[in-house]
């Protein structure tokens, strides 16, 4: 029982990762279109945060599979 919980807190993780980098590629896109002189530091800012997010991900895997 204590298996399938895990698997399904990895599953919880992937899935909000991908939500929370799909909003940051979103908001990213409109404060390009909005500012494209300032595309390079939003375009940084976005990948950076998306990292730190992919890393948080991966953190709630690894635990979560440990047992």
Sequence with gaps: MNMELS???AGLAVIGAGFGIGI???KA???IARQPEAQSKIQSSALILAALIEAVALFAIVV???K
């Design 64 to 66: 979560s599979l440990i």
């Design 29 to 31: 896109m409109e404060a």
């Design 24 to 26: 940051i590629g979103a």
């Design 7 to 9: 698997v399904i807190g």
